[in-house]
């Protein structure tokens, strides 16, 4: 079982071109706290804070020379597109990083290979492991080697996350109740207006979100709910 994992750490790394100089900083960003609680050693929520950070100063290096985007809200918008939990969830499954998670026995069985968060926090985890093992250099190289189709998404307006779809197949899947949605205000003239949404949860109003459209304050205040559900399931 040990050398078939092996085999497969090897694979990954002659995919995703980089070899470890540590290979334990490898399994640490690999390792879910539910397994390392198991073997009394350390997980990769250290490393996450760290690949966090990493990788955002990477993004924000990265569309800082772009020069149609000017306006700084435009920029902070385009990172948070870049580096939110979908889009590293997509480059981590289509890397196979999910299938290498190390996860303790009750993580696994209940899933957690399918859970966004996990893969998510092991990819930042990766970043922050590979700047530990040798430098900026590398996890930039790293990051735009295996993200870059999603940079290339974002930045040129195409990569877009149905929020509301995601969010009603996660309230269905883990029987949270009844969802809707509540518009709460708009603003400004017919021409240009501006609309402010919420979701409602068990009856429970969430913070309100804006858009251009309903539709997209919905799919806002979707993605804030979501990302309130995610946080609270990987505390």
């Known amino acids: 079982m040990e050398d078939s994992y092996n085999a497969m750490l ?17 399994i640490r960003a690999l390792t879910h706290s539910s397994r390392a609680a198991e073997e009394g050693s350390a997980s990769n929520e250290r490393l996450e804070f760290l690949g966090d950070a990493v990788l955002e100063l990477i993004i924000s290096d990265c569309i800082f020379g ?12 385009l990172r948070a597109l870049i580096v939110c939990s979908d889009s590293l969830d997509m480059t981590a499954r289509r890397i196979g990083l999910d299938r290498l998670l190390r996860l303790g026995r009750s993580e696994e069985a209940s ?14 985890s990766l970043i922050g492991a590979i700047y530990l093992d040798s430098g900026l250099d590398s996890a930039r190289d790293f990051v735009m080697r295996t993200h870059l189709p999603v940079i290339e ?9 149905d929020y509301k779809t995601t969010l009603q197949e996660k309230v269905l899947h ?48 979707a993605r804030i709910l979501l990302d309130i559900l995610n946080s609270k399931e990987h505390n």
């Open 111 to 124: 899933g957690g290979r399918n859970k966004k968060a996990l893969t998510e926090d092991a990819m930042e």
């Open 174 to 221: 883990d029987r949270l109740g009844e969802l809707s949605y509540e518009l709460v205000g708009e603003t400004g003239p017919d021409h240009n207006k501006t609309f402010t949404s919420r979701a409602v949860l068990s009856g429970v109003a969430y913070p309100a979100a804006s858009g251009a459209s309903i539709k997209k304050s919905e799919q806002n205040a």
């Open 66 to 77: 772009n020069d149609e985007l000017r306006d700084e809200g435009a920029l902070s918008k």
């Open 153 to 161: 998404s974002a930045v040129s307006g195409h990569l877009t996350y």
């Open 10 to 26: 090897e694979r990954f790394c002659d995919e995703t071109g980089y070899h470890f100089r540590n290979r334990d900083l490898l």
